[in-house]
């Protein structure tokens, strides 16, 4: 018998799609859904953050400013991170590998024609 007090049982990698919006770039805010912030802690939890450049970040979760969403986090470091992208809207994916580790990554747009050309160019090499 588990004598583990977490809330909920992950399922393997839940994940979920963040895009960055103004918040994320003026404040370094991210928004968690409500259909996953059970998954986090109690207001003021810690959870840590890996980036894509491998960079962890330590950030509270906040339940008392929320309207929309269920919780959100954020961090200084969260803002030099979206705030270097000059792109705003870029999507990302956020994966939750426990309940109090996420990891966040972009996600790529998807390529059409480019995976197939380069095998049409070594076939016709190949002739």
């Keep these: 018998m588990s004598t583990d007090s977490q809330p909920n049982k992950l399922p393997s990698q839940p994940a979920f799609t963040i895009t960055s919006q103004l918040a994320s770039h003026k404040q370094g805010i991210v928004n968690v ?5 059970s998954y986090f802690g109690e207001h003021g939890k810690i ?5 894509p450049n491998d960079q ?5 979760i906040e339940r008392k400013k929320t ?3 269920g919780a959100s986090f ?3 470091l969260l803002k030099e991170y979206f705030g270097n992208k000059v792109q705003k809207d870029w999507e990302y ?3 939750i590998s426990g309940t109090n580790t996420i990891s966040i990554r972009p996600i790529e ?4 024609d480019p ?3 380069p095998v049409d160019t070594v076939a016709e090499s190949q002739e």
């Design 109 to 112: 747009a998807p390529v059409e």
């Design 56 to 60: 962890r970040i330590h950030c509270p």
């Design 67 to 69: 309207s929309k969403h």
């Design 115 to 117: 995976a197939e050309a």
């Design 93 to 95: 994916r956020v994966k």
């Design 47 to 51: 959870v840590v953050v890996t980036l």
């Design 33 to 37: 859904p409500a259909s996953v912030d």
């Design 74 to 76: 954020s961090h200084p």
